[in-house]
């Protein structure tokens, strides 16, 4: 077997390729490059086009919700592959549907309505709560679903840059890696050129945060939860899109937000996600304890608004990751509260609006 990397190194070397290093996913650097010539950014190809839709972003808000009809043969796992759609976020959709066997002709959700993220909206930005990654444009925003690191392996809450995009990795497994291997009695070579084994797929982004890359899988169920030794995971036809068209020195924000709060003009939403598929009362205190700030410190921002606390519960006890319409501050209360009255806190006649 060593025989065969050894032969697939020299190969790569004849055909004037770099068979260089691909990081692993918990740590190894990659040195490889895309075939032109090192510049560290794939040749255009015009044919190209990204699977998921480009939604302009009105105030806090962008896309919409869909319907589809399944087929027999059809799972969440398959559909998510087929419309670049998390498995994850499918099942929270869908509460009741077996993602296994939905049966012929049954109606699902498909979850394109999103609350943006806090923080600048440029680049890339991942929210591993969510477990999608957010692409900004001039035009506005592509969302698309990601594997993410587990509980043992966790991705990095951190700021980054693309510094490069590789076709056709190699992945050099660390230690650790092999390790896990050698311990359930599986041998992992020291290096896995481009192709099918090779569990980083055709394309990826590597980044400013070392050890880390955002790549394509030769697994597909996982894109959309917690799998990964730490990187992060799309499915191939995603990547393969996001290569070509992230320049380098492109900003990757990888943040942790599983409540999102945002206005579309005098409308308050609000968006929960639960970790997994089971929720469980920690989970869901953290949660109502998480909500319960963000609409306190969205009330000292905006006086007068107003909630219901209804809506609030049902987003809390569902967490299935909908933006859901929970509030709103009345146009008139808007309008006074840009200059308002400093002496007293929610400026003069206006009521404080409790929503416990």
Not at 153 to 173: G, I
Not at 177 to 203: F, Q, S, V
Request: with cysteine.
């Amino acid at each position: 077997m060593i025989n065969r990397f050894l032969t697939a190194c020299l190969m790569m070397s004849l055909l004037g390729l770099n068979p260089g290093l691909a990081m692993a996913e918990s740590g190894s650097k990659s040195s490889q490059s895309p075939d032109n010539g090192g510049a560290g950014q794939p040749t255009a190809d015009t044919s190209r086009k990204p699977r998921v839709p480009l939604f302009n972003v009105d105030g806090d808000l962008a896309g919409q919700l869909s319907v589809m009809t399944t087929e027999y043969e059809d799972t969440f796992a398959g559909i998510g592959n087929r419309v670049s759609l998390g498995y994850l976020e499918l099942v929270k959709a869908n509460p009741g549907v077996d993602p296994w066997l939905p049966g012929d002709g049954t109606t699902i959700t498909l979850p394109r309505k999103y609350i943006m993220p806090d923080g600048p909206r440029e680049g890339i930005v991942i929210n591993l709560a969510e477990y999608r990654l957010y692409y900004f444009t001039d035009g506005g925003v592509e969302v698309y679903p990601v594997g993410v690191g587990t509980e043992d392996n966790p991705s990095p809450v951190t700021d980054a840059q693309v510094t490069m995009s590789l076709k056709s990795p190699a992945w050099y497994p660390p230690k650790s890696i092999r390790a896990e291997y050698e311990a359930m009695g599986e041998y992992l070579p020291r290096m896995i050129p481009p192709g099918p084994d090779n569990p980083l797929g055709n394309y990826a982004l590597m980044l400013s945060a070392e050890g880390y890359l955002i790549h394509g899988t030769n697994k597909q169920f996982g894109v959309g939860m917690q799998v990964s030794h730490g990187c992060f995971r799309m499915y191939n036809e995603d990547i393969g899109w996001l290569a070509y068209e992230v320049s380098k020195g492109t900003p990757v924000r990888v943040i942790r937000e599983p409540v999102k709060i945002g206005m579309r003009g005098n409308e308050v939403w609000l968006e929960v996600h639960r970790p997994e598929e089971i929720y469980t009362t920690e989970d869901r205190e953290e949660l109502w304890q998480t909500v319960s700030r963000k609409i306190d410190a969205l009330r000292e921002r905006l006086p007068g608004l107003q909630v219901k606390r209804s809506a609030i519960e049902s987003a809390v006890e569902l967490a299935d990751g909908l933006p859901r319409m929970v509030g709103e501050q009345p146009p008139q209360l808007a309008a006074e509260s840009a200059t308002p009255d400093r002496s007293t806190p929610n400026g003069p006649g206006i009521p404080q609006q409790l929503w416990f």
